[in-house]
């Protein structure tokens, strides 16, 4: 992995991953470079741009499926993802979901296929970062 601000690395995460928001290197931490997703609903955006682009997004086999309930998509987009790459080249992946007001909390649903997603476009993200 192509560690340098300039590098490989960063250059394909900005072009694949244009809706991600980018922090450069915070030495004190040993933090290469962290990407935000508000919503992994953005991944799958992302990842489906690029697929009608090329075909099918090559190299990276992975086939990011949707959960068909809307209880699960609610999840999807009240969840996002924290990428952080070490200086050493670890990648460290934070889920979270965002806060929202009691009342305005849509019914959200965190299944098998939620997860399945989840990791899946894990893979993806990190299937981009390495290659």
Request: charged letters at 20%; a negative charge.
């Amino acid at each position: 992995m192509d560690l340098c601000q300039r590098g490989h690395s960063i250059a394909l995460m900005g072009k694949m991953f244009a809706k991600a928001a980018y922090t450069p290197c915070i030495e004190e931490h040993n933090i290469h470079a962290i990407f935000r997703w508000d919503r992994f609903l953005d991944i799958f955006d992302e990842y489906k741009a690029h697929q009608a682009k090329s075909g099918r997004v090559s190299g990276l086999f992975i086939d990011l499926v949707l959960p068909s309930n809307a209880c699960a998509m609610n999840f999807l987009e009240n969840t996002g993802l924290t990428l952080s790459i070490t200086t050493l080249g670890t990648c460290i992946y934070r889920v979270g979901t965002k806060r929202i007001k009691y009342e305005d909390t849509p019914e959200i649903e965190y299944n098998d296929s939620t997860e399945q997603f989840i990791f899946d476009a894990c893979r993806y993200i990190h299937n981009v970062i390495v290659s």
